[in-house]
């Protein structure tokens, strides 16, 4: 069972546009909400993260936008580039867990 | 730092065949973690560990057996291999559990025919 899911599957924006990858999840025990980045032939790393006492962490063009009540989150892109073309997974973990359930991925390509 | 390092980088086993797969962090991490990644299904964990000699099941864990006698090393036993079990397979750790970054290595590559 899928305890994170992700959409859309796949992406392609413009160069400059606005990429935006929406996850949402059930337990309402999740508390820590990462995203990862993976380039191919790369292993995942840490791109942001967020915890449920804001509803929204932006850094540099990177936002991650939070709705509690919802159950939902997601991440921007700003003035997307060629560069940031990659498979994005968002994630969600307990405080007193120690695994991350991640959603499916979305590949996201930008083009010039 | 070299930080999560994983070995072999590519192997192909024919089905039976048993194999480790090797995964090392110099950061001095408690917890560690395997993953499996296919295509279009995101990471589901195999196995992890909160610390030397401390091993617990994830959420995919047959066919698969793990040990942590050391902080460092975490390998990944396959035994009697499958073709289900062709995949990327990622090793990962952290210095905190649930809630702390994890650092991946750049993945084994394993095909079973």
């Known amino acids: 069972q899928q305890q994170v899911k992700q959409s859309p599957q796949s992406l392609i924006v413009q160069k400059g546009g606005i990429s935006i990858i929406n996850c949402a999840y059930e337990?309402?025990?999740?508390?820590?909400f990462p995203w990862y980045q993976q380039f191919p032939g790369k292993g995942p790393a840490l791109l942001i993260a967020i915890r449920p006492d804001v509803s929204e962490k932006k850094e540099g063009r990177f936002t991650i936008s939070f709705n509690k009540s919802a159950k939902q989150f997601s991440l921007h892109i700003m003035d997307s580039q060629p560069g940031d073309s990659a498979t994005y997974f968002c994630a969600a973990s307990r405080n007193s867990g120690y695994a991350l359930n991640f959603g499916k991925g979305t590949s996201l390509l930008v083009t010039p | 730092n070299a930080g999560v390092t994983q070995t072999p980088k590519f192997r192909i086993l024919k089905i039976g065949q048993s194999m480790t797969l090797q995964c090392t962090q110099d950061m001095n991490h408690n917890y560690m973690y395997w993953y499996r990644q296919d295509p279009g299904m995101g990471l589901k964990l195999i196995y992890y560990?909160?610390?030397?000699?401390?091993?617990d099941k994830g959420e995919v864990p047959n066919g698969y057996n793990v040990s942590r006698s050391t902080t460092e090393d975490f390998p990944l036993r396959l035994e009697l291999a499958a073709p289900s079990q062709t995949s990327v397979y990622f090793c990962?750790?952290?210095?905190?559990?649930?809630?702390?970054?994890?650092?991946f290595g750049p993945g084994t590559r394993l095909t079973v025919t």
């Open positions: 337990n309402t025990a999740f508390d820590y």
């Open positions: 990962a750790s952290s210095y905190t559990g649930g809630n702390g970054e994890q650092y």
């Open positions: 560990s909160v610390g030397a000699g401390i091993t």
